[in-house]
Nanobody
Framework: QGQLVESGGGSVQAGGSLRLSCAASGRTFNSFAMGWFRQAPGKEREFVAV????????FYADSVKGRFTISRDNAKSTIYLQMDSLKPEDTAVYYCAADPRIAAEEYERAKVSLIDYWGQGTQVTVSS
């Protein structure tokens, strides 16, 4: 079975930057879309960004547009989330997700409970 492992979280001040990575292993993830979600304390897990298999189709949540950039390197089976101009409201656990049944354009509306693959999460804390 496949596995997703996130890294790169940490604590930064507002206005700072972080780059998250999600390394995939155990099966071929390169042929389908992969995305990032986040969950703040007391809130539901929410969509952040998604990238299709070849990187040509990308969607972002409105709350991160213009500040976050998703990318992927299929040679390394890894996707990234570059987060700039961070705000305190970006504080959350960030999760990498993938499901061969879900197209990139469906990720934002997808039921979190039905997505097959999740990483363990990485904490991002932004202080004001």
């Amino acid at each position: 079975q496949g596995q997703l492992v996130e890294s790169g979280g940490g604590s930064v001040q507002a206005g700072g930057s972080l780059r998250l990575s999600c390394a995939a292993s155990g099966r071929t993830f390169n042929s389908f879309a992969m995305g990032w979600f986040r969950q703040a304390p007391g809130k539901e897990r929410e969509f952040v960004a998604v990238i299709n298999w070849n990187g040509r189709t990308i969607f972002y949540a409105d709350s991160v547009k213009g500040r976050f950039t998703i990318s992927r390197d299929n040679a390394k089976s890894t996707i990234y989330l570059q987060m700039d101009s961070l705000k305190p409201e970006d504080t959350a656990v960030y999760y990498c997700a993938a499901d061969p049944r879900i197209a990139a354009e469906e990720y934002e509306r997808a039921k979190v409970s039905l997505i097959d693959y999740w990483g363990q999460g990485t904490q991002v804390t932004v202080s004001s």
